[in-house]
């Protein structure tokens, strides 16, 4: 499979004002976390494999959609909607390279209900006083690749994730702070629409 755009980077954590010694937290608190909103809106910081840096804003809406716009001078789009994944290139109108959903770790966190708790999901849970990290996989397909979240405490925050895919190739996408419950309309999502406002 080919890798999406979103899923080329090399793994990095950019150092954030964290508490120090913040609890570890448990499975079920990050599970709610993730299940207490359907939208959010926020900032985020790509590192990309030859050092440059990408930002954009990221839209989510769950179940299943998200969308990154990519800041001048990439301004590519990815869109995760009606179960695929959609890459527009910045820089052309031709049509989107696409990919299910389902392959790609993303989906762990689009479902309509993430249960981290589920067997067989997380192969790793750890505090380095800072932060909770855990690593999840689909457990019916571990061979899809996993994703790394990283989620500070007090409040609970998702700030950080890290993508390996079915190819071995790492990324991490840094989180800007979260605004949840935001009015997201379906269009935002809809692959087919922004295949033909580009005329592809």
């Known amino acids: 499979m080919k890798t999406l755009r979103i899923l080329l980077i090399p793994a990095l954590w950019l150092g954030l004002s964290l508490p120090a010694l913040a609890q570890q937290l448990s499975l079920g608190a990050m599970s709610n976390y993730l299940n207490s909103f359907q939208t959010a809106q926020g900032e985020f910081t790509q590192i990309n494999a030859d050092g440059t840096i990408s930002t954009g804003q990221l839209y989510l809406k769950r179940p299943g959609r998200m969308r990154f716009e990519y800041a001048a001078p990439d301004n590519s789009l990815v869109m995760a909607g009606g179960q695929q994944v959609a890459v527009f290139d910045g820089k052309s109108n031709t049509g989107p390279e696409q990919y299910p959903l389902s392959r790609t770790p993303l989906s762990i966190i689009l479902a309509q209900n993430v249960d981290f708790s589920r067997s067989g999901m997380v192969t790793g849970h750890t505090s380095d006083g800072?932060?909770?990290?855990?690593?999840?996989?689909?457990?019916?397909?571990?061979?899809?690749?996993?994703?790394?979240?990283?989620?500070?405490?007090?409040?609970?925050?998702?700030?950080?994730?890290?993508?390996?895919?079915?190819?071995?190739?790492?990324?991490?996408?840094?989180?800007?702070?979260?605004?949840?419950?935001?009015?997201?309309?379906?269009?935002?999502?809809?692959i087919v629409q922004e295949t033909q406002r580009r005329g592809g």
């Open 130 to 190: 800072k932060t909770t990290t855990i690593t999840a996989q689909d457990p019916a397909h571990p061979e899809y690749g996993n994703i790394q979240l990283k989620f500070t405490a007090n409040p609970v925050e998702l700030r950080q994730w890290i993508v390996t895919d079915d190819s071995g190739t790492k990324t991490t996408v840094v989180l800007g702070d979260l605004r949840k419950g935001v009015n997201l309309g379906s269009t935002m999502f809809n």
